[in-house]
């Protein structure tokens, strides 16, 4: 297979499901550096369900209060201010 041209091998390997890749990969030097090169054109692993686990302990919720602060501005930030 190594004398086909390279669209005619990813033509080959997109038949292939992300297992047989995957073997191939480990088989072979050549094909895990061309299954790479081409890995977003060819088979990916399918999940079916994703879980975020959330443990609560390590987070804290406050509420923030809004505050008046007395910036200088100076008259270059002022000019932009007021551009926007």
């Given at each position: 297979m190594y004398f086909l041209p390279p669209e005619v091998q990813l033509d080959i390997f997109k038949y292939l499901d992300f297992n047989q890749l995957i073997s191939i990969q480990q088989a072979n030097g050549y094909y895990k550096n061309f299954i790479y090169e081409f890995e977003?054109?060819?088979a990916?692993?399918?999940f079916d369900?994703?879980?975020?686990l959330y443990d609560n302990k390590d987070h804290y919720t406050f509420k923030l209060e809004p505050k008046f602060y007395e910036f200088q501005l100076s008259e270059q930030l002022e000019k932009s201010g007021k551009l926007v």
């Amino acid at each position: 297979m190594y004398f086909l041209p390279p669209e005619v091998q990813l033509d080959i390997f997109k038949y292939l499901d992300f297992n047989q890749l995957i073997s191939i990969q480990q088989a072979n030097g050549y094909y895990k550096n061309f299954i790479y090169e081409f890995e977003n054109q060819l088979a990916r692993k399918e999940f079916d369900v994703i879980r975020l686990l959330y443990d609560n302990k390590d987070h804290y919720t406050f509420k923030l209060e809004p505050k008046f602060y007395e910036f200088q501005l100076s008259e270059q930030l002022e000019k932009s201010g007021k551009l926007v």
